[in-house]
């Protein structure tokens, strides 16, 4: 067999000063860390703020092309439905039309005409007194 690798093994028998060394770099991090975490704090809640209204504006942003987009694609539909609307009312009332006067019925344009024409009568037959 090929030469086995030993472990990694952590120095039991650190020298006590690399020990109180290491002891006083940790506490003074800690200490740092006190004195600072206000303006740290601070820091990340301005940048919390900052990171929010950017997304916010970007949402904003996004929501408008993204209503451009649906009504470039929506405002062709429409105007074909509008128009295939239109087209079928106009056929019913032809289609009515047709059924009324088969039945002898007269139609709105043969009564507006009719109404129009009695009260041209009316007014000749005001004036003429």
Not at 27 to 43: D, P, R, T, W, Y
Not at 65 to 94: C, G, H, M, W, Y
């Amino acid at each position: 067999m090929g030469k086995q690798l030993k472990k990694n093994q952590p120095e039991k028998n650190l020298p006590e000063e690399t020990m109180r060394k290491v002891w006083l770099a940790g506490l003074g991090a800690f200490s740092i860390l006190q004195k600072q975490a206000g303006s740290v704090l601070e820091g990340m809640i301005s940048e919390g703020q900052s990171l929010q209204e950017r997304s916010r504006k970007f949402g904003r942003s996004l929501g408008g092309e993204v209503q451009k987009a649906v009504d470039q694609r929506v405002a062709p539909l429409i105007a074909r439905v509008t128009t295939l609307r239109n087209e079928v009312e106009s056929r019913f009332e032809q289609g009515v039309g047709r059924a009324l006067s088969y039945a002898g019925i007269p139609s709105k344009a043969d009564v507006d005409a009719l109404i129009a024409r009695v009260d041209k009568l009316s007014r000749q037959l005001r004036a003429a007194k």
